[in-house]
């Protein structure tokens, strides 16, 4: 990251003095016609904050997650040259973790160039805890003194040996663009984006009956580069690209001690292999013509391969359990393509008319080989072929719509999908969607707009994948494979009662059903409100506010006896959420104030019956309330003092990781980890000062 800043503030003071040094004359100018700003902008923020307690969902992709003091470290500038010449240099939150650096700029119509700097701090859990002595490690030790056990509560020196670990990740990403304006219709652009991620995660490793959670290392590392050239005619213009994407993972693999009783002779190390090194290419093409006035048509095809090609880890680390692999590597390519044509146009003045055609296809050339594996490092396994799936989807889309007599304008819509699958439960499915659209003008201060859709997913037969091991239950329908019909009814009312007030409400309900599964998802349901209120007042006064609600209820089948149902879930997921704003600009001549609260809760429930014996999970719940404030005193015409507070109050009930400590499963070693509620402030007090050199 150090080096990073070096190179962003040499280039800053690089730019700076370019800047300075455009002077073309005023016939150099690409629009002489047009006005241009000259001379520099600036506007800096820097001050201090204290956080009052810490909290990492509080602080999460934000940095502040630790109590304590805070540097506030905001900068804008730009400059405005002759010709065009534009510079423009952004540091947002330079003294948190979560910093953001950019300069962009160069000369309209001529050139452009961005280098960017952002780091992002992602922290997932409150708590965590585990035996290992170096956690995120790729061999993961066990103390010297660890005392084996066939279930936790055996495990007799786990409470001494827990210590904490940190499980989150940062990323940073540097990227660079360039664009190009050789002549007046031709461009070329490339940009660059480099992105480390490292830290700690969270694995899942079993040694057949047994499972411990393990805290893995993650440093993964991801370059992209994205290029293309435009050439752009009196009607037509086309563009020509490349896009490839590089991962690398500095730890593909992950070993580790068996903290359990070895439930065979020699299990007593674990081996995984974690997110392989892999590569995507494509080439691009797409461009649009318009033949006829109210007529455009635009296209695209792409091509593309995803290679992946690492050495595969042995089966086992179990030296009594030797299985020799088929191949070395597996040399995974898959080939991608994608077409679309698209066409718009407006044969009467009242009428638009708009058609797709969208062809996606996925081949899977990977070889499909016998494998003869071990299960959790314990037992021999039956062989096993992987699968290479691919598919091929056509989808076709014609939309409409109408300017009909007192202010009534009509939309409606066809949709039709096809999908072709290899080495799946349906090899073809069908979907075709039909959806209308009435929108009203009632008078000049109020809009209604009313939409039904219809869909209807047929499938060409359902028949579980012979390779599949273990077998699957005949009945069971995979949700996104099974016969499914869905409704749906939108609303959006928009009011203006007043001048100075503006209303608005929007209402969505959907249903699905699936009534041709045995077993499986059967039924879904999503239904929201959302309303919103702006109030304007003499003096610049602005008040608004919004609310909404949201719920999902979904049921479900399945056989714990391999057979017919013998059991069903429900589940129902509901939202509600509040919020208001107040501004107060030029209070008492030099203040301007800003007020707001948040309010959301969640709730869960997960409803069971099994043989007609009822039982439910305890609720998930979750509930915030929010308040910010912002105060500006206006010092000077250029030097503003600003105090501002932050008050969050979290509260959470989780039943899957309340009081489940790592021992709590006996089977499971845990970390521990788990959320939980917080009440926090943060106060801060800066100056903001803005300059203008403009000529």
Sequence with gaps: MTRAIIVFLFLSAWLSSEAHAQAPAAADRSCDRCTYPEGWFLETEIGGGYVSDGAVRFGDYTGLDDAGGIVIGDVAAEFWGESGVHWRFGGRDLGLDSRSMVIDGGRQGRYGLRLSIEQLPHDRFEFAATPFINPASSSLQLPADWVPGATTGAMSALNQSLRPVQIGTDRETVGLGLSVVPTSRLEIDVDYRHSTKEGTGTYGGSFL????????????????????????????????????????????????????????????????????????HQLTMSGQYRP?????????????????????????????????????????????????????????RKLRLRGAYIFDERDNKTPSLDWAGVIGDALPAASRRNLPYDYERYTIDLEADYRLPFGIKAYAGWQRGVNERAFTEVNRSEEDELWGRLKFRLGHRADLALKYVFADRDIAGYQPVADTQPPQNARLRKYHLADRERAGLELHLALRPLDILDFSLAAEFMDDDYDDSPLGLTSAQYESVYADASLSLPGGIALSAHGGYEQTESAQRGSQSFALSDWRASNNDRSVFAGAVMTLPRWLERFDVRLAYTFADSAGEIRTDTFGLRDEFPELDTRLHRVEGNVDYLWRDDLTVRFGWIFEDYRVDDWSVDGVDPATLPRVLGLGNRWSGYDVNVVSLSLRYSWSGSK
């Excluded at 695209?300 to 089966?315: I, K, T, Y």
Aim: hydrophobic share 40%.
């Design 292 to 348: 006829v006035g109210h007529t455009q048509l635009t296209g695209s095809l792409a091509v593309g391969r995803m290679e992946q090609d690492e050495d595969l880890l042995p089966f086992t680390t179990n030296p009594a359990l030797l299985s020799m692999l088929p191949v070395p590597s597996l040399d995974v390519e898959v080939d991608t393509l994608q077409a679309v044509l698209r066409i718009a146009s407006r044969p009467m």
């Design 209 to 280: 009956n047994t499972a411990t959670i393990l805290p893995r290392p993650v440093d993964h590392e991801t370059q992209t580069l994205d290029a293309g050239m435009t050439y752009r005619a009196d009607d037509w213009s086309v563009r020509v690209g490349y896009f490839g994407s590089l991962f690398d993972n500095d730890a593909p693999a992950l070993r580790w001690e068996n903290p359990f009783s070895p439930v065979v002779p020699g299990a007593t190390e674990g081996q995984a292999a974690l997110e392989p090194d892999n590569s995507f």
